[in-house]
């Protein structure tokens, strides 16, 4: 008999550059209480054992024993078409923010032959800008004046709207689209800004806001493999067209 295959064995928690190492083993140890089985670390150091699996218990520490290490985010990104960032922080370079439960809700329908990442930040500061230019939307929880929480709660609040969702929701999933990967994205931008830097429309002042916007609205379009191979392939030719053009003057 086939294994059932859950849509949550699409999702993996993916905690980036976490301080405690008590916190790894409560997130996987939540993790796998709501079905989700798959834990990604982003560290330029691996955390000791002991700690992650006495907080993680018996059940879960095949999440750590399993825990794949990543030095950079692009590195453990590259094979997710979906990427949602967690943040409390606010900014005027930062997503529409919107709860758990409504990001959930447009997440649904777009699990089905596409891997998630869902990023947790680090316990003092949360995401950056930086590693948010990679998610294609956000989610921010609701609370009281005081918007403090541990990261293996934050981490409990999005498994459980996660679970509850798909559980619930999973008569009603239906086949969505083969989104590109981080990886076939970056590839993309790094051509796209390379035409746009040619023609001027980026500059060293504005480049870092300018790129944003771009990645901002690329995300919107949640765009298949085939997009963003187009979007590169007109790059690469306008590109190879200018310095052919610059060549002969």
Not at 57 to 65: N, R, S
Request: hydrophobic content about 40%.
């Amino acid at each position: 008999m086939a294994e059932h295959i859950s849509p949550l064995d699409s999702i993996t928690i993916v905690l980036v550059r976490p301080r405690v190492a008590e916190n790894v083993g409560a997130a996987a140890r939540v993790a796998f209480n709501m079905g989700i089985n798959q834990l990604i670390l982003v560290s330029n150091s691996r955390p000791a054992r002991e700690p992650m699996a006495k907080m993680a218990t018996h059940k879960a520490a095949h999440l750590i024993d399993n825990l794949l290490t990543f030095p950079t985010l692009e590195e453990a990104l590259s094979e997710f078409s979906i990427v949602v960032g967690t943040t409390a922080r606010r900014g005027r370079h930062r997503f529409v923010q919107q709860t758990v439960r409504e990001m959930v809700d447009k997440l649904v329908g777009k699990i089905s032959n596409n891997k998630v990442a869902i990023l947790f930040g680090p316990e003092d500061a949360g995401l950056t800008n930086d590693d948010l230019k990679f998610c294609h939307m956000t989610s921010a929880i609701p609370t009281a004046d005081f918007s403090s929480l541990n990261l293996a709660q934050a981490v409990a609040i999005h498994c459980y709207e996660l679970h509850y969702a798909i559980i619930y929701a999973q008569k009603d999933l239906i086949p969505s689209p083969e989104f590109a990967t981080t990886f076939e994205l970056e590839s993309m931008y790094n051509h796209l800004e390379e035409s746009l830097t040619r023609i001027n429309f980026i500059d060293s002042i504005s480049h870092n806001h300018w790129m944003s916007n771009v990645r901002n609205l690329m995300g919107r379009l949640q765009l298949t493999a085939k997009d963003a191979n187009i979007v590169r392939g007109i790059c690469k030719k306008f590109n190879q067209y200018q310095q052919s053009k610059n060549c002969k003057l």
